[in-house]
């Protein structure tokens, strides 16, 4: 199932924000989009789970526009988890990861057998099971965020966005975040889209990377191909110099 955007325009209050973009996500990798603030990262993020209206262009999944799909047809093929997402006051780890099963529903019926067993498994894939619980409000930023993922793992999509998941995180949970995404991604071929604003972990952790400038898309292939010199300075404005990470083969951007 391919998800790509072909010559999209949007934006808001009428002022373009993405301008006739072109670009093509890869199955089962994961894939970091990187680029300044205010480059349209997160609207190109919501656009490709169909949360907004293009002006022009259009975006596919597996080659059928998104506009001419039900919103829960999507959601049951697109996981999109925003930026700091806000839980319900009070609202335990169990009852939130509970509500990525709501595209699943049928109204007014309860969640049934496989419903439960959704939310059990995306639990444990998120080591969050021993604090199904516990209240929300009283985790730590590195346990809200497993149980963010957690919920979304609960929809059971093949796709899973996520704007900025490392937003807010120490060092050590960043990894282990991204340690976890990557370990789902090796288990099952699940599709993942990232927005990162960490070039070297982009490049250690994506095995596809966009770089975005001004709502267009300078550069996508290989951390490789697009964590270059010329293509840094062109995105940001930056001289670096991108070396080979000696401990993970990875490259590893030196701001000078």
């Given at each position: 199932?391919?998800?790509?955007?072909?010559?999209l325009t949007?934006?808001?209050?009428?002022?373009?924000?993405?301008?006739?973009?072109?670009?093509?996500?890869?199955?089962?990798?994961?894939?970091?989009?990187?680029?300044?603030?205010?480059?349209?990262?997160?609207?190109?993020?919501?656009?490709?789970?169909?949360?907004?209206?293009?002006?022009?262009?259009?975006?596919?999944?597996?080659?059928?526009?998104?506009?001419?799909?039900?919103?829960?047809?999507?959601?049951?093929?697109?996981?999109?988890?925003?930026?700091s997402p806000?839980?319900?006051?009070?609202?335990?780890?169990?009852?939130?990861?509970?509500?990525?099963?709501?595209?699943?529903?049928?109204?007014?019926?309860?969640?049934?057998?496989?419903?439960?067993?959704?939310?059990?498994?995306?639990?444990?894939?998120?080591?969050?099971?021993?604090?199904?619980?516990?209240?929300?409000?009283?985790?730590?930023?590195?346990?809200?965020?497993?149980?963010?993922?957690?919920?979304?793992?609960?929809?059971?999509?093949?796709?899973?966005?996520?704007?900025?998941?490392?937003?807010?995180?120490?060092?050590?949970?960043?990894?282990?975040?991204?340690k976890l995404?990557?370990?789902?991604?090796?288990?099952?071929?699940?599709?993942?889209?990232?927005?990162?604003?960490?070039?070297?972990?982009?490049?250690?952790?994506?095995?596809?990377?966009?770089?975005?400038?001004?709502?267009?898309?300078?550069?996508?292939?290989?951390?490789?191909?697009?964590?270059?010199?010329?293509?840094?300075?062109?995105?940001?404005?930056?001289?670096?110099?991108?070396?080979?990470?000696?401990?993970?083969?990875?490259?590893?951007?030196?701001?000078?």
């Amino acid at each position: 199932m391919s998800l790509e955007a072909r010559r999209l325009t949007l934006g808001y209050g009428g002022l373009p924000i993405l301008r006739d973009l072109d670009i093509h996500i890869p199955q089962g990798r994961i894939t970091a989009i990187i680029g300044p603030n205010g480059c349209g990262k997160s609207t190109l993020l919501r656009a490709l789970g169909g949360l907004v209206a293009t002006q022009s262009g259009q975006v596919l999944l597996n080659g059928h526009d998104l506009t001419n799909l039900r919103p829960k047809a999507i959601a049951q093929r697109i996981t999109l988890l925003p930026q700091s997402p806000i839980a319900p006051e009070g609202i335990r780890v169990n009852e939130l990861v509970a509500h990525g099963r709501t595209p699943w529903l049928r109204p007014f019926r309860p969640m049934g057998r496989e419903d439960h067993a959704a939310v059990a498994r995306a639990m444990d894939a998120a080591s969050v099971a021993d604090l199904r619980d516990a209240r929300v409000f009283d985790l730590s930023g590195g346990q809200r965020q497993r149980v963010w993922i957690a919920m979304a793992l609960a929809q059971e999509t093949s796709w899973l966005l996520l704007d900025e998941p490392t937003t807010f995180l120490d060092l050590r949970h960043q990894i282990d975040l991204l340690k976890l995404l990557q370990a789902l991604n090796r288990a099952d071929g699940r599709s993942i889209v990232m927005v990162l604003h960490d070039i070297t972990l982009a490049a250690r952790f994506a095995g596809h990377v966009v770089a975005m400038r001004g709502g267009q898309v300078i550069a996508q292939g290989t951390a490789d191909e697009v964590i270059a010199d010329d293509i840094l300075k062109d995105v940001f404005g930056l001289e670096t110099k991108v070396i080979t990470d000696p401990l993970h083969g990875s490259p590893l951007v030196l701001p000078l």
